[in-house]
């Protein structure tokens, strides 16, 4: 009697199982397909640079947080810019503090306590002159990315980094800053907008986006 009892009961477990199967696949046909796909299918190459983009602008953000600086407010003396309005001069700016405020020829003249706009040049006893991103004068030694990849800022009307080893990997985005001796290290000078080889095909270049409009700037930080 024990013998028909579990013969039963595993007929009914059976049926019961191939009844729920059966439903599924039929409302569902592609449930299986479907669960296979999603664990085998390669990611798409818009997925996969969305990714690779995710990667790099967290790098950027951990190498910012690393190797950029702040200077204090306490080591800084605030400016007015003058205008030079209608003329649209980039290359220079003249400012409100001169010698009188122990302004010297090379301080460094900042938009923020971390953003290099550039570095004085000529003082006299009321103001001071500003050679810009802009002025071709300008060659500052900077370092970009995360794996600190060297180049020279070169100013001028479109100011860019110029003498980028070939064999480094520079990315659009990554962020330039300050590496000279004659200056904080560490400071933002801005990102890589583009990179391309040079006349020569030597060397990289790239062009830079600037976290400002030169136009727009009506106060400025001078520290040494």
């Keep these: ?7 039963l009961i595993l007929i009914c477990l059976l ?7 059966t439903s599924v696949f039929i409302k569902k046909p592609n449930f299986l397909l479907g669960s296979i796909q999603e664990v085998f299918s390669p990611v798409s190459l818009d997925d996969q640079r969305k990714l690779i983009q995710e990667n790099e602008d967290l790098k950027n953000q951990l190498y910012a947080g690393q190797h950029t600086i702040v200077i204090s407010p306490q080591e800084t003396i605030q400016a007015k810019v003058f205008s030079l309005y209608p003329f649209n001069t980039k290359n220079r700016l003249f400012i409100d503090k001169g010698d009188q405020n122990n302004i010297r020829v090379g301080d460094v003249v900042l938009l923020s306590p971390r953003v290099f706009v550039g570095q004085i ?16 004068g300008l060659n500052v030694p900077v370092r970009m990315g995360s794996e600190e990849v060297n180049g020279l800022l070169q100013g001028g009307v479109t100011p860019r980094i110029t003498l980028i080893d ?3 990997k520079v990315h659009v985005g990554d962020l330039i800053v300050t590496a000279t001796k004659d200056m904080p290290y560490g400071l933002t000078v801005g990102a890589v907008r583009e990179v391309h080889e040079d006349t020569l095909g030597a060397f990289l270049e790239a062009t830079i986006e600037l976290p400002y409009s030169i136009n727009d700037l009506r106060t400025v930080f001078l520290a040494r």
């Design 15 to 21: 049926v019961g199982t191939s009844v729920f199967a």
């Design 166 to 168: 070939k064999a480094k």
């Design 121 to 136: 040049q000529n003082v006299t006893k009321a103001a001071s002159e500003v050679s810009t991103v802009f002025d071709g």
């Design 1 to 7: 009697m024990k013998y028909i009892q579990f013969i």
